[in-house]
């Protein structure tokens, strides 16, 4: 049956468990719940709702951006001094950091966050990603140490947009997902 999907689970209250699985596996079902659907052809389960693991990449997201932002903001003098950054750049990118981690530390915590926001924040942070090594090739004349943390940060990010497509699409990059 490639392609199709099995239910492997019980629905409270149905007599078809009781029948089909026997009353051991029936009442075990009613005890930790149904099953998830499996594909036929796989082993997970197919996500129908955005999955846990986006949830905590978004809140994983959220802190570390917002932990940069905040430092940026309160130590945008030394931080510029020892990164070789403009500390006044540093100052206005914290606060929009701070700003920009608190709608992701939002999203975090819905259920089911919305398509279409999360899609915003995939992008926001590729685009972040790329415009940090361009800065750092165009105009930047940052530090040694300057230099490695905007690569090494702007990779990070990189990795979060790629890590939240994927789980945003239930671990099927390229899968499109209606907003």
């Known amino acids: 049956m490639r392609g ?20 051991d596996r029936a009442r075990q079902s009613r005890r930790t719940g149904p099953e998830p659907i499996v594909a036929a052809d796989r082993e997970e389960p197919i996500m129908s709702t955005p999955s846990l693991t986006l949830r905590r990449l978004l809140a994983l997201d959220a802190v570390g ?25 540093l100052l206005a990118l914290g606060l929009g950091l701070a700003l ?3 709608g992701v530390g939002l999203l975090a915590t819905r259920s089911r966050p919305p398509v279409l926001a999360v899609n915003a924040v995939v992008d926001i942070n590729a685009v972040w990603a790329a415009l940090s090594l361009v800065a750092l090739a165009a105009w930047l004349e940052p530090s040694a140490a300057g ?3 905007i690569t090494v940060q702007a990779l ?10 994927v ?3 239930g671990g099927r990059a390229g899968v499109p997902v209606r907003a």
């Open 156 to 165: 990070v990010v990189a990795a979060f947009a790629v890590a939240q497509y």
């Open 100 to 102: 920009y981690a608190g």
């Open 4 to 23: 199709g999907y099995i239910f492997a689970g019980a629905v409270r209250g149905s007599l078809t468990p009781d029948v089909i699985d026997g009353p």
């Open 167 to 169: 789980a945003l699409r």
């Open 147 to 149: 230099a490695v943390y």
């Open 65 to 89: 951006t917002g932990a940069n932002g905040l430092a940026y903001t309160a130590a945008s003098g030394p931080l510029g001094r020892f990164l070789g950054v403009d500390p006044g750049l």
